[in-house]
């Protein structure tokens, strides 16, 4: 085995590249993991969107399709990339409930 030293770095030193793009954590920087973020889901969206053009039906299907891939994408970055817990940015599992209530809420008054 090669220890830090044999290898010319000290064991405190990281990589400048290594430091450049990764936190400690061994997850991509802030700034890199949100721009990430906002491309795949600018591009995803940009997809579903451009394909459901048409009548109203379509629309607020495609609307739907939308909020579903924005959901799924940030999923991914939250679990894959973030490495982080729904309930670290308010989400846990009681709270769908009352999400769900003022979506219904929010739909009846717009009748």
Request: aromatic share 10%; hydrophobic share 50%; net charge positive.
């Amino acid at each position: 085995m090669i220890d830090a030293s044999a290898a010319g770095r000290t064991p405190g030193r990281r990589n400048p590249i290594t430091w450049l793009f990764m936190e400690a954590e061994a997850r991509p920087r802030r700034g890199w993991r949100l721009a990430a973020y906002l491309v795949i889901l600018l591009v995803a969206t940009g997809v579903v969107g451009s394909t459901t053009r048409g009548s109203l039906v379509t629309n607020v299907a495609g609307h739907a399709v939308i909020a579903v891939v924005a959901l799924v994408v940030t999923y991914g970055f939250r679990r894959y990339v973030d490495r982080r817990p729904w309930h670290s940015v308010g989400l846990s599992a009681w709270r769908w409930r009352h999400v769900a209530t003022g979506l219904m809420a929010g739909a009846a008054s717009r009748s």
